[in-house]
């Protein structure tokens, strides 16, 4: 893990300095490092303020994992068929969104910029992966695992918050695991990596004062 944050690193901060330092000479490195943690505090400030998104999202799926798995084991047609709580969970985000847009204007820093680019890549990931199940003989949650814990884990160093990262190793561990099961067991092993790697450390985030 210490070599994947230092890659994190090596690409996010390390250009993020320099560019610092370019852009204005004035800047002792203390300085440039002391501006380059109040970005970061600002951007987990602002995480904790939208919680709601990561938090929902993770019950999301895993209900939809569960219930995939209870599907499966009462032999309903169309297991797959709970994956459409999706929809009207994007319209509530969507409504959520508008409403907390037009209560409140806040600035966005570079990092969660960073940060929010890398959850939607992952998100466009999670959907156009199942598109392609037959080339990968339809082992889709253990690939959308995997490709989640590189995502957690850079949201962790983004953040600088060790559960995340921590979050990240068991999105990792799980999707290997899944490796070795059958498909309906990887939705409850799916279920149970969203809630020791991404519910928790969510949970955990938020109760942290600012």
Not at 58 to 76: C, D, E, M, N, P
Not at 85 to 105: E, H, L, M, T
Not at 179 to 194: K, P
Request: charged share 10%.
């Amino acid at each position: 893990m210490k070599f994947l944050v230092y890659i994190i690193n090596y690409f996010i901060f390390v250009p993020l300095l320099a560019s610092m330092q370019t852009q204005n000479e004035k800047l002792s490195p203390q300085q440039s490092l002391d501006l380059i943690q109040a970005m970061i505090n600002e951007a987990k400030g602002n995480v904790r303020d939208n919680s709601f998104y990561y938090l929902f999202w993770g019950w999301v799926l895993i209900v939809a994992h569960i219930g995939s798995f209870t599907l499966i084991k009462i032999q309903f047609d169309y297991p797959f068929a709970v994956w459409l709580i999706v929809i009207p969970a994007w319209i509530i985000s969507f409504v959520y969104g508008s409403r907390q847009r037009n209560k409140q204007k806040r600035t966005t820093t570079h990092l969660e910029r960073v940060n929010i680019t890398l959850w939607v890549s992952f998100g466009v990931l999670a959907v156009v992966i199942p598109f392609f199940g037959s080339f990968i003989n339809y082992q889709i949650n253990p690939i959308i695992l995997l490709v989640g814990s590189m995502a957690t884990l850079a949201s962790g160093v983004i953040l600088k918050f060790k559960p995340l990262m921590i979050g990240g190793v068991i999105f990792f561990v799980f999707g290997l695991s899944c490796f070795f099961v059958s498909n309906e067991y990887q939705s409850l092993l799916s279920a149970l990596a969203i809630t020791l790697g991404y519910l928790v450390p969510g949970y955990l985030l938020k109760s942290q004062k600012r």
